[in-house]
C-alpha cells in the first residue's frame, strides 16, 4: 500500500474513533481493534498472532490520544465528576502495566472468542439502551468504584478497549448519573486506562524484529498518525453530544459492531 494512502487512511480512521470517542464515551477502541485487524495484514507481513497483538498495542496507543482529548474538551465544558473519575482510575493503573506481559503469551484463538461475546454484549446493549431515566438505579457506595476500575482495566488490555462500554453503565445504573454526565466522566478512567495499558504493551517482551517502527508491540507509524486524527475527531464528538440523538447513534454503532465480530471470529 503507497505511503501516501496509508497515512490519509490511518488519518481518516483516527478522526473517526475521536468522534466516537467524544460523542459516545467509548474510547475510540471498539472502532480501531476490529479496523486494524483488517487493514494491518494488508500493509505488513506479520503471523496472524502477531498481528493480533500488535493491533491492540496500537490500538491503545491511539486511544489514548482520543480519550486523552475527549478528557480534556469534557472538563473545558465541566461535564466530568472528578472524584468518581480518579476512584475508577486507580484500578487500571496497575492492570495496565502489569497485563500486557501475561495476555502475550495466550494464544489469539484463545482471546478471540472471550472478545467475540464481550463486543456482542456491547452491540446487544448499544441497541436496546433506552433513556436513562426510566431505568431503576441502584446507588453503590463510592469504593466499589476501585474494583470496577480493576476488572474493566484487565478487559481492556485483552481487548484494546478503554473500559467506556462498561464505565458508562456503571455510572447511569448504580450511580445515578445522566447520560451526558456519564460520558465525560468515564473519559478520564479510560484515558488513564488507555494509556498505562500501551506502557504495559511498549515494555512487554517481544523477541521478533517488525517491519516498521516500533516500541515493544506498539506500531507506531500507524499509533500517532491515528492518534493526531483522533484529536481533531474527539473535538468534534464533544461538540456533537449536545445536538446529536445518541440513540441513534447508539443503534446504528451496534449493527457495525456486529459486522466487525463475524471478522473477529473469521
Same mark, same amino acid.
Given at each position: 500500500m503507497d505511503l501516501l494512502i496509508e497515512i490519509v487512511l490511518f488519518l481518516l480512521l483516527g478522526v473517526i474513533t475521536g468522534i466516537v470517542a467524544g460523542l459516545l464515551g467509548?474510547?475510540?477502541?471498539i472502532v480501531l481493534m476490529p479496523s486494524l485487524l483488517i487493514i494491518f495484514?494488508? @500493509?505488513?507481513?506479520?503471523? /496472524?498472532?502477531?498481528?493480533? !497483538?500488535?493491533a491492540v498495542a496500537t490500538t491503545l496507543l491511539a486511544g489514548s490520544f482520543a480519550a486523552g482529548s475527549s478528557a480534556i474538551n469534557h472538563l473545558h465544558i465541566r461535564n466530568i465528576d472528578f472524584k468518581k473519575s480518579v476512584l475508577l482510575s486507580i484500578g487500571p493503573v496497575f492492570t495496565g502495566l502489569l497485563g500486557p506481559e501475561i495476555y502475550v503469551s495466550f494464544? /489469539?484463538? #484463545? #482471546?478471540? /472468542?472471550i472478545l467475540a461475546v464481550i463486543f456482542l454484549f456491547v452491540s446487544v446493549k448499544l441497541f436496546l439502551e433506552k433513556d436513562s431515566s426510566n431505568i431503576a438505579k441502584i446507588k453503590l457506595?463510592? @469504593?466499589?468504584? %476501585? *474494583?470496577?476500575?480493576i476488572v474493566v482495566g484487565a478487559i481492556s488490555v485483552m481487548s484494546g478497549i478503554g473500559g467506556g462500554i462498561f464505565f458508562i453503565p456503571v455510572l447511569l445504573y448504580l450511580y445515578s448519573f445522566d447520560m451526558k454526565l456519564a460520558v465525560g +466522566? $468515564? +473519559?478520564? /478512567?479510560? +484515558?488513564? +486506562?488507555?494509556? !498505562?495499558?500501551?506502557?504495559?504493551y511498549a515494555i512487554a517482551s517481544v523477541g521478533t524484529e517488525f517491519d516498521f517502527h516500533n516500541i515493544g508491540y506498539i506500531n507506531l507509524d500507524?499509533?500517532? %498518525?491515528? &492518534?493526531?486524527?483522533? %484529536?481533531? &475527531?474527539?473535538?468534534l464528538g464533544v461538540k456533537l453530544i449536545v445536538h446529536t440523538p445518541? $440513540? @441513534?447513534?447508539?443503534?446504528?454503532?451496534?449493527? *457495525?459492531l456486529l459486522i466487525f465480530i463475524y471478522k473477529l471470529l473469521a
Amino acid at each position: 500500500m503507497d505511503l501516501l494512502i496509508e497515512i490519509v487512511l490511518f488519518l481518516l480512521l483516527g478522526v473517526i474513533t475521536g468522534i466516537v470517542a467524544g460523542l459516545l464515551g467509548l474510547g475510540g477502541g471498539i472502532v480501531l481493534m476490529p479496523s486494524l485487524l483488517i487493514i494491518f495484514p494488508h @500493509i505488513y507481513n506479520l503471523n /496472524p498472532e502477531l498481528t493480533f !497483538f500488535i493491533a491492540v498495542a496500537t490500538t491503545l496507543l491511539a486511544g489514548s490520544f482520543a480519550a486523552g482529548s475527549s478528557a480534556i474538551n469534557h472538563l473545558h465544558i465541566r461535564n466530568i465528576d472528578f472524584k468518581k473519575s480518579v476512584l475508577l482510575s486507580i484500578g487500571p493503573v496497575f492492570t495496565g502495566l502489569l497485563g500486557p506481559e501475561i495476555y502475550v503469551s495466550f494464544h /489469539p484463538a #484463545i #482471546i478471540k /472468542p472471550i472478545l467475540a461475546v464481550i463486543f456482542l454484549f456491547v452491540s446487544v446493549k448499544l441497541f436496546l439502551e433506552k433513556d436513562s431515566s426510566n431505568i431503576a438505579k441502584i446507588k453503590l457506595n463510592d @469504593i466499589w468504584l %476501585v *474494583f470496577i476500575g480493576i476488572v474493566v482495566g484487565a478487559i481492556s488490555v485483552m481487548s484494546g478497549i478503554g473500559g467506556g462500554i462498561f464505565f458508562i453503565p456503571v455510572l447511569l445504573y448504580l450511580y445515578s448519573f445522566d447520560m451526558k454526565l456519564a460520558v465525560g +466522566t $468515564a +473519559t478520564f /478512567p479510560i +484515558t488513564i +486506562t488507555m494509556i !498505562f495499558s500501551t506502557i504495559g504493551y511498549a515494555i512487554a517482551s517481544v523477541g521478533t524484529e517488525f517491519d516498521f517502527h516500533n516500541i515493544g508491540y506498539i506500531n507506531l507509524d500507524a499509533g500517532i %498518525v491515528l &492518534g493526531v486524527g483522533a %484529536v481533531f &475527531g474527539s473535538y468534534l464528538g464533544v461538540k456533537l453530544i449536545v445536538h446529536t440523538p445518541v $440513540a @441513534i447513534i447508539r443503534k446504528i454503532f451496534s449493527i *457495525f459492531l456486529l459486522i466487525f465480530i463475524y471478522k473477529l471470529l473469521a
